[in-house]
Each structure stands twice: as structure tokens, then as C-alpha cells.
């Protein structure tokens, strides 16, 4: 553990402060390392890591552009969708953010001075603008680079050998969110590209939210800590339930890896854009709030389903995923191929669970065992069940069983009662 740590912490600055930090970082490393999580204290707390600017202490919520309009974007789309947030309950239900992805700039930098400059096609009314109009919604606006040459896309640049002018750049316009993603990339390791524009957004005078985007590259949930707030741990995500699933398996194998501060990231929601049933997205959107990965919605709200709406807001479904606790949830137990367990602290000794049923054709009654869960033998516990909002009769003591139908899931939240 101790040479992976130490060349994780850049050798060539000479900021004290940095090097501090960067200690800290590691020492909070191995600390997880032998992963025994206590409760934090009440009022929260947590362990200090480079990247401290305050923010993601629960998963982030918000919205993003990709997955529903990909590079067809321009800021009329951008101030509906803050309306539409606003105006259907969605922000007051705790998603914030209103994340630009890829093909917000235009294609060079400026000649002169080599700045990022919007598109001013699409966004004729520049950045600063739309993150003032996201700001009186009450919203915060969120931007996105790559830690390359050029974004994915390659409609515009990345901020490879930019940060620190990038970085104070998005400050000045009011960026409170950056996704930086991981295309047209040189040589130098992922530690050191992402590490830059963490610097750079540390001095940019504004605390910005960091979104590593560098698809689990490195073992990143290892070191993504100490550099920003919530680090992908997979290749991109689609709207299919296979594909959907593919995510949450690679993403649970880091579960001891979030806190308070820095996530696990599946990737954004799909919840909405079609390609899955009604219970599929319930049993996607569940798997994400158990794993406390944050919850980005990717389709259109402007146009969304009721179906659809009543996912997005389930505000008990919510309430897994920010609970100020924040210990991901993850997969305990498995029957066969298809019947799976999955479990997670809460605060108020309370513990979610889901029974998640992932075969095609049958219906399977799914037990939930204590020792699986973490609860003690003999403790005793109601049951609510968080998409139908109902408790269930009676106590449960040692297991918790149910029947779930193909590609569903159920989602309880269990509380001891006293003895
Ligand atoms: C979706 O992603 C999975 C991997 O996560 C991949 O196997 C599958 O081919 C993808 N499907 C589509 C339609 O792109
Ligand atoms: C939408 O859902 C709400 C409850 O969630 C219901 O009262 C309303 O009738 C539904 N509207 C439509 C058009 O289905």
C-alpha cells in the first residue's frame, strides 16, 4: 500500500500546504484500507482528504445533458430544463444542479489569450448569463471539460495544459460543478491530469464540484479522494437494463472506497429516456440511491412522464441516497444467477435493503437474512416498503422475506423497534 500511496502524492510541488494535505490523504487511505467503518458523529465530520472544499457531503443531485440530447444542446434547452425543474418539483426535491456535458464551447480557444469561449451559435449569450439565469432558480450550474486536447466529442477543446486559466475562467462565470472527462489524453498518467484541474479548481476562489470522469481508470476510487468529490467507476453508461446492470456490479466492488465528500459513480441516469420498462428504471433508480451514487437525471424534463416523475421524486428513495451517513449500500448476498440482496447503513441504526430479482420470467421469493443485512440476531424490525409507502404489518425478527417479480425489485427500509 505505502509506494502506491507516496506516488499518488506529486513529488515536484514544493506547496507545503499541498503536501499536508496529500499526507493526510494517504493516511486516510490506509485507514480505509482496513475498512471497519464506524457511524460518523452526529453533525457529520469524516476524514479529511485533499480535495475538502465542503461540498458532496451526500451524493450530488441534478441534471446533465448527455444522455438525453448528447451535442444537440444550446441554452434555451439548458434555462428550460432549469424551469422545468423548478416548475415540476424536481429541484425542490433536491436535484440542484444543471450540468452542461460535451459541445457547450466553441470549436478553438481564443487566438489571442487561448480562452474557452461558449459557442456562440448555441450559446450566444455566453456562460456567465445562463449560470446567472440557472442561479436566480435557485439553481447551480455545472460545466464540463476533458483532461485532454480536445473533449470527446471533438467539437471543442479540453483543458489539458489550460487548467489554472480554465479553471478561473468557469469560477468567474459562476460554475459551480465540473465534469472532466478523459478523451485526447497524452501520455501522463490519470493521477497527475486530474490532479492538475484539482489544483486548479482549489485556486480558482470558488468552490466547484469535481466530477472525475476518467471511467475507472487506475483504481480511481483508491485515490479519487483526495482530488475531487465523486470519480466514475465505469465506461458510459446505457439505457438498457443489461448495460445498466453492468454498472452497479463494477461500481459495488469500490463500495468501502465512498464517504461523505467523494462517490462512487455508475454514471447518470437513464430513468426516462425509453429504453427500459417501468420497473427496470424503479430497480435502476433504487441501485443507485442504496449505492449512494449520485443522482443525475439524463432524459428530457420537460417532457417528462408522470411514470417517470414519480421515480425521480420518490422522496423516500431520496432519502436512502442522502442520508447524511453516507455508506454505500452494496450487494451481500446472491441465490443462482438472478436473485440478489443488497444492503446499507443508515443513520438511526436504521438499514436499507433491496431484494432485486434479475431474471427475465419468474417471480422469486427473496430472503433477506440478518447476518447478511448487519442487523444482530434476535433484533427485531418494521418494515416500510419505500415505493409503496407502506409499512409493513407486524415485526420482523431474523429475515425479511419477499416475492419479486422478473427485472424488479423491492425497497424497505428497516428500523429496530425497541426491545
Ligand atoms: C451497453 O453497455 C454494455 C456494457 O456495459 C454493453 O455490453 C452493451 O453492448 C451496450 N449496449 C448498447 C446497446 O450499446
Ligand atoms: C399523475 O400521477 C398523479 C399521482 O402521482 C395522479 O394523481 C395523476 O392523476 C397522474 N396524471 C396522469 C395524467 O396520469
Known amino acids: 500500500m505505502a509506494p502506491e500511496i507516496q506516488s499518488l502524492c506529486p513529488s515536484t510541488t514544493a506547496?507545503?500546504?499541498l503536501l499536508a494535505a496529500c499526507l493526510a490523504a494517504?493516511?486516510?487511505a490506509l485507514d480505509a484500507a482496513d475498512y471497519a467503518r464506524p457511524p460518523l458523529p452526529a453533525g457529520g465530520g469524516g476524514r479529511r482528504v485533499l480535495f475538502a472544499n465542503g461540498l458532496g457531503l451526500t451524493p450530488q443531485m441534478g441534471w446533465n445533458s448527455w444522455n438525453h440530447f448528447q451535442c444537440d444542446i444550446n441554452e434555451a434547452v439548458v434555462r428550460s430544463t432549469a424551469d422545468a425543474l423548478v416548475a415540476i418539483g424536481l429541484a425542490k426535491a433536491g436535484y440542484?444542479?444543471?450540468?452542461l456535458d460535451d459541445c457547450w464551447a466553441d470549436s478553438e480557444r481564443t487566438k489571442e489569450v487561448g480562452y474557452m469561449v461558449a459557442n456562440p451559435k448555441?450559446?450566444?449569450?455566453?456562460?456567465?448569463a445562463l449560470a446567472d439565469y440557472v442561479h436566480s432558480k435557485g439553481l447551480k450550474l455545472g460545466i464540463y471539460s476533458s483532461a485532454g486536447t480536445r473533449t470527446c466529442s471533438n467539437r471543442m477543446p479540453g483543458s489539458l495544459g489550460y487548467e489554472e486559466r480554465d479553471a478561473k475562467m468557469f469560477a468567474s462565470w459562476g460554475v459551480d460543478y465540473l465534469k472532466y472527462d478523459n478523451c485526447y489524453r497524452d501520455g501522463t498518467p490519470e493521477t497527475v491530469r486530474f490532479g492538475r484541474m484539482s489544483r486548479a479548481l482549489v485556486n480558482s476562489g470558488r468552490p466547484i464540484f469535481y466530477s472525475l470522469?476518467?471511467?475507472?481508470?487506475?483504481?480511481v476510487p483508491k485515490w479519487g479522494g483526495m482530488y475531487g468529490n465523486s470519480w466514475r467507476t465505469t465506461g458510459d453508461i446505457n439505457d438498457t437494463w443489461s448495460g445498466m446492470l453492468d454498472n452497479i456490479d463494477l461500481n459495488d466492488a469500490y463500495a468501502r472506497y465512498a464517504k461523505p465528500g467523494g462517490w462512487n459513480d455508475p454514471d447518470m441516469l437513464e430513468v426516462g429516456n425509453g429504453g427500459m420498462a417501468y420497473n427496470e428504471y424503479v430497480v435502476h433508480f433504487s441501485l443507485w440511491a442504496i449505492a449512494k451514487a449520485p443522482l443525475v437525471i439524463g432524459c428530457d424534463v420537460t417532457r417528462v412522464s408522470n411514470e417517470t416523475l414519480g421515480i425521480l421524486s420518490n422522496a423516500e428513495v431520496i432519502a436512502i441516497s442522502q442520508d447524511r451517513l453516507g455508506v454505500q449500500g452494496q450487494k451481500v448476498s446472491k441465490y443462482g444467477n438472478d436473485l440478489?440482496?443488497?444492503?446499507?447503513q443508515l443513520s438511526g441504526h436504521r438499514k436499507a435493503v433491496l431484494l432485486l430479482n434479475r431474471g427475465a420470467t419468474r417471480s422469486a421469493s427473496i430472503t433477506a437474512a440478518w447476518p447478511d443485512v448487519g442487523i444482530r440476531r434476535g433484533v427485531a424490525v418494521e418494515a416500510r416498503d419505500v415505493w409503496k409507502h407502506e409499512t409493513l404489518p407486524g415485526w420482523f425478527t431474523g429475515s425479511?422475506?419477499?416475492v419479486v417479480g422478473p427485472h424488479s425489485c423491492k425497497l424497505f427500509v428497516l428500523t429496530p423497534v425497541p426491545s
Open 96 to 99: 440542484t444542479y444543471v450540468n
Open 15 to 17: 506547496a507545503l500546504l
Open 213 to 219: 470522469c476518467e471511467w475507472g481508470f487506475m483504481e
Open 122 to 128: 448555441t450559446f450566444p449569450s455566453g456562460i456567465k
Open 340 to 344: 440478489e440482496v443488497w444492503a446499507g
Open 400 to 402: 425479511l422475506t419477499a
Open 26 to 28: 494517504a493516511v486516510a
